[in-house]
């Protein structure tokens, strides 16, 4: 398991004020983020306003120091230990960084492995095996160069577990594809995870990825953590009220009305709407069964009842405007 706890990391900026004259002034990029990743689990790293995710991962990788904080790495002091670290983590980019396009994808997994010091059989053995998973064994001795952005995308990955690692870390890694390539690699980093146990961290603006991908998220804001948990609990953090769907026979503005005169005496802060023959409810209670009880009673036949769950998507831009209006102090 990686165990972050309150990790901070301060720069000292130069602010030029004219031609002859600068300052210096202290900037927190990351203020006080403490995180877990465990072994077989996908955590999802969102950044609202540029929040500070990249320079939390360069820690977490060891590229850069901590100005103050703890990194433990399966029970090790990663701060301390860093060449161990290193040999047990790796890093998948979008786009098309981190190879070399006028290699091999054969002879790119080649010099990675060298890089790690892997013994050459071991190292024939392990290429044969990744590029068999990503579905490259038969491009192995093409140039990159005149592979396409979804192939090379995949010998990202494969070059990402070139070093069989423990932990690794996805930085946009569907960024510039098209859907149906995504869904391969979604399926891919899945199999990571699940099959192979492998810890992951993930950062994507895609937050339709986040929410299929990730068994817990993370969203940090000015270098700050803002919330965590499951994609329910952020939810439910975010959305206090519960929304219905709820449509009868008949449906009517009187029936409307009867409805709403009845769940305000049991909620006094819930809302119904009339949108078209559907009724959509908002309140604070679980109101499955008042529904159902309501329609019996009243004699209505139901052709729709069902709890709306509100997406990550949702919850996430709701967040980002409680934020906006908070920094600007808008009440």
Sequence with gaps: MIEVHNLKKTYDVKRRQNFFHSTREKVEAVKDISMKIEAGQ???LLGINGAGKTTTIKMLTTLIEPTSGSYMFDGMDALMNPHQVKKQINMIAGGERMIYWRLTAYENLWYYGQLYGIENNELRRRIDKLLKLVGLEDKAN???ETFSKGMKQRLQIARGM???????FLDEPTIG??????????????NLAKEQGKGILLTSH?????EELCDYIYMV?????????TKKELTDFVF????????VQGMDEAVVAKLRNHLLILDGDS??????????ISSRLELSSILAEFAVREGLVINELHKLEPSLEQAVIKLSKNIEREEKGIA
């Design 42 to 44: 996908i955590v999802g």
């Design 142 to 144: 093409l140039p990159v």
């Design 162 to 168: 070139i070093n069989n690692p423990k932990y690794i």
């Design 177 to 190: 594809l098209d859907a149906v390539v995504t869904q391969e690699l979604h399926e891919e980093i899945k």
């Design 206 to 210: 895609y937050l339709s990825e986040v």
């Design 221 to 229: 804001n000015n270098g700050e953590l803002v919330v965590e948990g």
């Design 240 to 247: 206090t009220k519960k929304y219905y769907a709820f449509s």
């Design 271 to 280: 809302s119904v709407e009339l949108e078209g023959r559907t009724a959509n």
